[in-house]
T-cell receptor, first 114, second 114 residues
């Protein structure tokens, strides 16, 4: 699976958009980009995923560059509860019945400040 | 809906003792994952099951660790004998099989071996 590179930490003001970048320059054509977050003392929480089109759900938006070598997770109106470590992961989607494992990096620690 | 349920939430025991961690996946999910998280190594996959069958146990540290999934609604991770370096947070996650289905995590078991 492709490796990802994320900044170790970021700050964001409450109510503003948080834009979290991720580089995955060795991504393959069939690898999806996933984002999870982990709030202190909790298990990781799935946020969103995408292949090559931009995606949006109730939690966030995912923007993937045309060459797919990088992506950005956008939290449109960050709140204090969005303070967490955000993980960007690439994983092959295997429809043969075997889930491929996720390789977790160290993520970005996002601090949302009042 | 009930999420992934792990027990106990906290476990403190002396080295050499047997430790058993338990996990109940989300109903209908047929893939189950055991992870370990430490400050030094981050989140590591230990083993995962598809339809109760172990698929990849390459992350299991050594023979002291074993995992079972006797049925679709229950799994255990056992450490015998336990050592202080096994101290970590252990997470269980589940998902449906195939494609790009995200993993859903429990809140973990915080294990301390004295």
């Amino acid at each position: 699976d492709a490796k990802t590179t994320q900044p170790p930490s970021m700050d964001c003001a409450e109510g503003r958009a948080a834009n979290l970048p991720c580089n995955h320059s060795t991504i393959s054509g069939n690898e999806y980009v996933y984002w999870y977050r982990q709030i202190h003392s909790q298990g990781p929480q799935y946020i969103i995923h995408g292949l090559k089109n931009n995606e949006t759900n109730e939690m966030a938006s995912l923007i993937i560059t045309e060459d797919r070598k990088s992506s950005t997770l956008i939290l449109p109106h960050a709140t204090l509860r969005d303070t967490a470590v955000y993980y960007c992961i690439v994983r092959v989607a295997n429809n043969a019945g075997n889930n491929r494992k996720l390789i977790w990096g160290l993520g970005t620690s996002l601090a949302v400040n009042p | 809906d009930a999420g992934v349920i792990q027990s106990p939430r906290h476990e403190v025991t002396e080295m050499g003792q047997e430790v058993t961690l338990r996990c109940k996946p989300i109903s209908g999910h047929n893939s189950l994952f055991w992870y370990r998280q430490t400050m030094m190594r981050g989140l590591e996959l230990l083993i995962y099951f598809n339809n109760n069958v172990p698929i990849d146990d390459s992350g299991m540290p050594e023979d002291r660790f074993s995992a079972k999934m006797p049925n679709a609604s229950f799994s255990t991770l056992k450490i015998q004998p336990s050592e202080p370096r096994d101290s970590a947070v252990y997470f269980c996650a589940s998902s449906t099989t195939g494609g790009y289905q995200p993993q859903h995590f429990g809140d973990g078991t915080r294990l301390s071996i004295l």
